[in-house]
């Protein structure tokens, strides 16, 4: 008898814990599948102008609906976007669903709150500033860094704290994500995107490609960001305060498998975009033109990558024929300071021309500048770690370090610009700086007769 009310016992027990582990796989799956219509990676960036916000998010199911809900003091308004399905280039064919939604006509110098989402699920609280309305006499102050991944991404702690401070009205990203967006799926992608949501959903965070976004065509990078212009993002242009920003694809050059009908594409949209940037009413409105693109001109790093020899492509053109070379269009246009990554380290060029330098004079290099300035800053941190340096550092080259990093770019004024390197090694302390100054809106590039 008493094994007969044992054995009862023991069937009831088993019974309820059969019923609670249903009951948690039944929890499960409806967390589960709240999870695929959550969103992930939120970040903005500028729209066709500076006055108008995108916002773009991937929920991992499709959700019917793409909404922002945002305001100055609440959500005060509602504005609906679209979604696309992007489909990775893998075997698995990893999906997702891209939504994007354009904020127009924000009111200047006003921080707004906004999230966004579905009826199915909202993100977190986030919010922006908007630029003022007189941008021109503003002076905005931009962090810039390439080379990030989501393994040894030793610069992002710093990056996050200095935007949660307040420290910047932007971010620019001069390539290379992730490393790469398209591992294991984009699993990659997705777990990088999540993690510089803490600074891109709270900055325009302005993106160009880098070499490790080539694969399925730069897929992943043209799905995933959402820049001004009509490129999917790989050129374009934008004005803050009084700089004019130009955003360029190196990889054209580099990646021919692809023909070079994206080339010549961008060297006549470059050229059309900086001879308006010229015209003498927006050069006086605007005088700084600053660019920037993955893979540099010039470096003095210790490897076999082009810019360490004669014949960068990106600096003079397609082998034999020289077509499409940037430098010669740069100077002709006077272009001000082109940004650089690729390289995993910082280096400050002189004021450089066809590897000669043109510097304002001997005592005052910066001042009344005779040619481009060229910054690399590759140092954000990725899994590849470090680049060394050559042992002799050539002439045109002013300073270099391997330290982890990023640069701090003010434009003060119509004639003065402010860089600054911030070393993660040495706990944020600045390692560089200098100052570009001019006392006309254009500078004065005229190369000597050879």
């Not at 219509?37 to 903005?44: D, F, K, L, R």
């Not at 450089?352 to 001997?362: E, T």
Request: hydrophobic residues 35%.
């Amino acid at each position: 008898m008493r094994q007969q009310r044992s054995l009862t016992s023991i069937m009831r027990q088993n019974t309820m814990r059969l019923i609670a582990v249903l009951a948690l796989l039944g929890l499960l799956n409806s967390v589960v599948g709240l999870v695929k219509y959550q969103p992930e990676a939120v970040h903005i960036a500028y729209g066709e102008d500076i006055r108008d916000i995108v916002v773009t998010w991937s929920t991992r199911q499709d959700t019917q609906e793409s909404i922002v809900e945002y305001g100055i003091n609440g959500y005060a308004l509602t504005a609906y976007g679209n979604s696309t399905l992007f489909v990775d280039g893998g075997p698995k064919k990893h999906r997702q669903y891209i939504h994007r939604v354009w904020l127009k006509n924000l009111t200047p110098n006003s921080k707004y709150v906004y999230h966004c989402g579905s009826g199915l699920g909202w993100s977190d609280v986030f919010y922006f500033n908007t630029a003022p309305d007189d941008s021109e006499n503003w002076s905005p102050r931009v962090v810039i860094f390439g080379d990030m991944g989501n393994e040894n991404a030793q610069s992002l702690s710093r990056l996050q704290e200095e935007t949660q401070r307040g420290l910047y009205d932007a971010a620019i990203h001069v390539g290379d994500f992730a490393y790469d967006m398209n591992t294991h799926e984009a699993r990659v992608g997705d777990e990088f995107m999540k993690q510089i949501q803490s600074v891109a959903a709270y900055l325009p965070y302005m993106t160009v490609p880098g070499n490790h976004e080539e694969k399925y065509n730069f897929s992943n990078y043209r799905a995933r960001f959402t820049m001004p212009g009509d490129s999917e993002g790989l050129w374009y242009s934008f004005n803050m305060g009084p700089v004019h920003f130009v955003a360029i694809e190196t990889e054209a050059y580099y990646f021919m498998n692809y023909g070079i009908k994206q080339l010549v594409k961008q060297f006549e949209w470059l050229d059309r975009d900086l001879t308006e940037a010229n015209r003498p009413e927006n050069r006086a409105k605007r005088p700084w033109i600053v660019t920037y693109g993955h893979r540099p001109m010039y470096c003095s790093n210790l490897n076999s990558d082009d810019c360490t020899n004669h014949q960068s492509l990106v600096r003079v053109g397609l082998p034999l024929l020289n077509w499409f070379g940037l430098e010669d269009l740069f100077f002709k246009h006077k272009v001000d300071l082109e940004l650089w990554a690729h390289e995993h380290s910082y280096e400050r060029l002189w004021p450089i021309y066809d590897f000669k330098v043109y510097n304002g004079s001997y005592s005052a290099p910066y001042t009344n500048y005779k040619a481009p300035v060229h910054i690399i800053t590759g140092s954000a941190g990725c899994k590849e770690g470090r680049e060394k340096f050559v042992p002799q550092r050539p002439p045109w080259s002013s300073f270099r370090s391997s330290d982890y990093g990023f640069t701090r770019m003010t434009a003060h004024n119509k004639t003065h610009l402010y860089l600054e390197q911030v070393s993660d090694d040495k706990e944020g302390e600045v390692i560089d700086r200098v100052w570009l100054i001019k006392d006309n809106f254009l500078p004065n590039y005229v190369v000597p007769d050879a």
